[in-house]
């Protein structure tokens, strides 16, 4: 069996996606999709998406971690997806698409870069200069006057793995904030290690420093090591509503893969 898959990557987060409309990829086998996301014995990715039908909705996301379990929302693989179904010609310049979380909506714009709409969050839990909050997937967020220097993948392991969230596990997010500029670091739960981007924890940063800073609406701008993105927003009670998150959608290479026997 053959699989014929897309790399893409959204600010240095990469994934797999493969067109799956058809129902014909083994959605079930963990231990196959670790392989395809593995770096050195697979094609490597931080996640796989696989592109699906859904009745009144231009397409269905199904996210899967690196390490094979299917897993909550993903935003840089929102956009992703969102780019990768322009590609195969199932959308225009917009979509209105189905996730884990709920329904989705994606604006495409002429530079390449993706707008997506996230959902909208109800809360957040604050301490001190800590932040918690879900946007799609569970978010930890420390601010830090300068994150030079900083062992993301040895403080957000102690984080992920403390007691509070051993269980269930969290992402885990550490920023440096100047004004409506912000530096955004993560460690992944799922992926275990850090990512060079991760969507839902850039827009958990900004909703974070819009508490934080007082804001009640605006557009911060993100820089994370795998690039550049933003978030707009407006307040609304103690949550958050009309959360974009913007950034590029970078298609990468397109392959085929030899799948598992039957």
């Known amino acids: 069996m053959e699989h014929t898959f897309y790399k893409y990557h959204g600010a240095g987060n990469d994934f797999i996606l493969i067109d799956n409309r058809g ?15 593995d770096r050195r ?27 094979g379990r299917e897993a909550s929302m993903c935003g840089n693989g929102g956009r992703c997806i969102a780019a990768f179904a322009s590609r195969l010609g199932i959308i225009g310049s917009q979509a209105r698409f189905l996730a884990v979380d709920g329904p989705h909506e994606a604006i495409l714009e002429p530079d390449g870069d993706v707008n997506l709409k996230m959902s909208d969050v109800s809360g957040v839990d604050v301490s001190g200069h800590e932040y918690y909050l879900d946007t799609g997937s569970p978010h930890f ?8 220097g900083l062992d993301v993948y040895q403080e957000g392991k102690a984080v992920r793995y403390s ?3 051993r269980e269930k596990g969290t992402n885990v997010n550490f920023v440096q904030q100047e ?23 850039i827009t958990a940063s ?57």
């Open 163 to 165: 007691d509070r969230f």
């Open 179 to 201: 004004g409506m500029k912000l530096t955004v670091y993560t460690y992944e739960r799922g992926v275990e290690a850090e990512t060079l981007a991760c969507g839902t924890g």
């Open 141 to 148: 967020v420390r601010f830090l006057d300068s994150l030079e």
């Open 41 to 67: 014995f697979g094609i490597g990715a931080d996640g796989l998406m696989l592109l699906q039908e859904y009745p009144g909705f231009d397409f269905e996301m199904r996210y899967f971690n690196s390490d």
């Open 206 to 262: 900004a909703l974070s420093a819009a508490l934080r800073s007082g804001v009640s609406e605006g557009n911060y701008e993100v820089k994370a090591k795998g690039g550049n993105l933003s978030v707009s927003f407006e307040k609304s009670g103690a949550g958050f509503t009309n959360v974009w998150l913007k950034g590029p959608a970078t298609f990468v290479f397109r392959g085929t893969i030899e799948g598992p026997s039957a």
């Open 23 to 37: 129902s014909g990829f083994p959605a079930d086998n963990i231990s196959y999709i670790e392989w395809l996301c």
